[in-house]
């Protein structure tokens, strides 16, 4: 059985930093993909970032190109999410993800967190 535990998630003040963990267990890091998603309210989930098995190819969503940055630690089993350059609008639930053989839309994941919240306010 998949279980994914977000956390890091907190209220910090524009252009700060942030960063999300997903501990994983019941699953191999290097065996699927493994993505980030959020959903801020009245809004559908987004993907945010995907790491992929084997190589640890990244994909990111354009909205967070070049401040945020994705990693795992295989012998851990995380996954991170490093947030940069914070701004109100990155401020959503962020969910991780597993269950899935690519990076892909949330419907391709079958397994997620319960969530961890980020508000980015002054």
């Known amino acids: 059985q998949v279980q994914l535990v977000e956390s890091g998630g907190d209220l910090v003040q524009p252009g700060g930093s942030l960063r999300l963990s997903c501990a994983v267990s019941?699953?191999?890091?290097?065996?699927?993909?493994i993505g980030w998603f959020r959903q801020a309210p009245g809004k559908e989930r987004e993907e945010v970032s995907c790491i992929s098995r084997g190589d640890g190819r990244t994909y990111y969503a354009d909205s967070v190109k070049g401040r945020f940055t994705i990693s795992r630690d295989n012998a851990k089993n995380i996954v991170y999410l490093q947030m940069d350059s914070l701004k109100p609008e990155d401020t959503a639930v962020y969910y991780c993800?597993?269950?899935?053989?690519?990076?892909?839309?949330?419907?391709?994941?079958?397994?997620w967190g319960q969530g961890t919240q980020v508000t980015v306010s002054s």
């Open positions: 993800a597993a269950d899935s053989p690519l990076c892909g839309p949330p419907n391709d994941f079958d397994s």
């Open positions: 019941g699953f191999t890091l290097d065996y699927g993909a």
